[in-house]
């Protein structure tokens, strides 16, 4: 089985600063990583993915994560944050190869601070 | 495409009622899977469904939850009778299937609240 650890809760962080929210995942076999933002009263939405190749991914709105197998990370990076990336951040895994549910952490609530 | 549909979107019942949630997946994918969201317990998988047979139900609370695929593009999550402890927003959410689409698209939510 898999599982995943968001380490914070909340991370508060100015606006136009750089902002990391991290996430550790413990599996025995390969997996694929993603990260999914959830806005207030709406779903998840997919901001990335890593499934093979390139360790760095990049995705929708000018975030990219790093896979770090050795330290088992997917770390969610942006250099500069807005306000409108006010919102709820997972991280999730999944076995590799054939399709299979995810796997969520907990979550972390970003707020951008004016 | 419309993306995966869940009706409806907000369900207010007493205890003890029937309540049944929807869900119509994108068109062409081959699994679902129902997640509920709370507070204290983040994102559940309840059940997964793979080319409409039940795969994983090992995350369905009790007997009082049950779920059916009749087909490719609509399945149905049934909880009776409702107790206010099921009080949470359920995901329904649908993909392609191997390496290709390993991720997987959700639905807007629907928010049950049991009184």
């Known amino acids: 089985a898999q599982s995943v650890t968001q380490l914070d809760s909340q991370v508060p962080v100015f606006e136009e600063a750089p902002v990391e929210l991290r996430c550790n995942y413990s599996?025995?076999?390969?997996?694929?990583l993603f990260w999914y933002v959830q806005y207030p009263n709406q779903g998840l939405q997919l901001l990335l993915k890593?499934?093979?190749?390139?360790?760095l991914v990049k995705g929708i709105n000018g975030f990219e994560a790093e896979f770090n197998k050795s330290q088992t990370s997917f770390h969610l990076r942006k250099p500069s944050v807005h306000i409108s990336d006010t919102a709820e951040y997972f991280c999730?895994?999944?076995?590799?190869?054939?399709?299979?549910?995810?796997?969520f952490g907990s979550g972390t609530q970003l707020t951008v601070l004016p | 495409d419309a993306g995966v549909i869940q009706s409806p979107r907000h369900e207010v019942t007493e205890m003890g009622q029937e309540v049944t949630l929807r869900c119509k997946p994108i068109?062409?994918?081959?699994?679902l899977f129902w997640y509920r969201q709370t507070m204290m317990r983040g994102l559940e998988l309840l059940i997964y469904?793979?080319?409409?047979?039940?795969?994983?139900d090992s995350g369905m609370p009790e007997d009082r939850f049950s779920a059916k695929m009749p087909n490719a593009s609509f399945s149905t999550l049934k909880i009776q009778p409702s107790e206010p402890r099921d009080s949470a927003v359920y995901f329904c959410?649908?993909?392609?299937?191997?390496?290709?689409?390993?991720?997987?698209?959700f639905g807007q939510g629907t928010r049950l609240t049991v009184v």
């Open positions: 959410a649908s993909s392609l299937g191997g390496s290709r689409g390993a991720e997987a698209f």
């Open positions: 599996s025995s076999v390969s997996v694929y």
């Open positions: 890593y499934l093979s190749g390139s360790t």
């Open positions: 999730a895994v999944t076995r590799s190869g054939s399709a299979r549910q995810l796997t």
């Open positions: 068109s062409g994918h081959n699994s």
């Open positions: 469904f793979n080319n409409n047979v039940p795969i994983d």
